[in-house]
């Protein structure tokens, strides 16, 4: 059986570190994009994204970054996206240059989203994006928001979810597809999936009402899901807890989605 065409996977690092990419073009949509790059002690890696405003989150290892002329110092610093601790983020505006210089093995994520120039780059402080816990049971997980909708930017929204093995998440089944005001927003997604232990799986489903998107993926440590349309819960198997990263982006920089109404009872429970 072939590949669900929403799956990417992780390859072996390129000359700059990049194991994954997703692009607009390469994804069929118009504002999501994401790589994701693994650099060594001492590696740089440059970059300006044109017309783009781009999110660099240091998931694990530690970096020192400049962007423009403005060096932001030390950035990161937690030995896993596992850790109970905040990620290093930087917010860089669209067209600006920027650097990353690993001061140690670095796992990096760039999410870009179209963007206005003119804004300032900043580091988002670790007290800006608090562990969260939501949902009750095995519908609970742990969230931090690295970049939400009350923090300036233009079209980027960037959340980080751990779910605990035996967990769902993204549940009861949402989606954010339509454009319809106050009700539901229009915003393309990636995950991108850790495992621990890696050697796990974990399944993610997206479907649409009228089923005509419905597929079902079984997730490794290291890939990513794209998000097009529709709903989109997971599920972590016992015993292995899972970390996603969530890149979102639309016409309106607001994340208000609408559950499926076949489960939406469980809301009311």
Same mark, same amino acid.
């Given at each position: 059986m072939s590949a669900s065409p929403l799956l990417v996977r992780s390859q072996a690092p390129g000359a700059d570190g990049r194991v994954l990419e997703v692009t607009p073009e390469s994804a069929g949509w118009t504002h999501v994009g994401f790589r994701l790059h693994r650099l060594a002690p001492g590696q740089s890696l440059?970059?300006?994204e044109p017309g783009r405003e781009a999110c660099l989150v240091? =998931?694990?290892g530690t970096a020192r970054v400049t962007a423009g002329d403005q060096d932001l110092g030390s950035v990161g610093g937690r030995a896993s996206v596992? /850790?109970?601790?905040a990620p290093g983020a930087v917010y860089v505006p669209a067209g600006q240059p920027y650097r990353v210089v690993a001061t140690a093995a670095v796992e990096l994520a760039v999410c870009t989203a179209p963007g206005q120039?003119?804004?300032q780059a900043r580091v988002i402080a670790a007290d800006e994006m608090p562990r969260e816990v939501r949902g009750q049971g095995t519908n609970t997980r742990h969230v931090r928001n690295i970049l939400p909708e009350g923090k300036p930017a233009d079209s980027l929204l960037v959340v980080e979810v751990i779910t605990p093995g035996g967990h769902w998440s993204s549940y009861p089944p949402h989606k954010h597809d339509t454009a319809e005001a106050g009700h539901e927003t229009a915003l393309e997604e990636t995950y991108y999936h850790r495992l621990n232990?890696?050697?796990?799986?974990a399944f993610q489903r997206v479907y649409t009402d009228d089923r005509s998107l419905d597929e079902t993926?079984?997730?490794? /440590?290291?890939?990513v899901v794209m998000v097009p349309r529709g709903y989109h819960p997971v599920g972590a198997p016992h015993g292995y807890d899972l970390y996603y990263l969530n890149v979102m982006a639309g016409p309106e920089r607001r994340w208000i989605f609408r559950n499926d109404p076949?489960?939406?009872? =469980?809301?009311?429970r």
């Open positions: 440059e970059g300006v240091v =998931l694990s596992f /850790d109970d601790k120039a003119g804004a232990p890696p050697q796990g799986f993926i079984c997730v490794q /440590d290291g890939d076949a489960h939406d009872w =469980l809301m009311r």
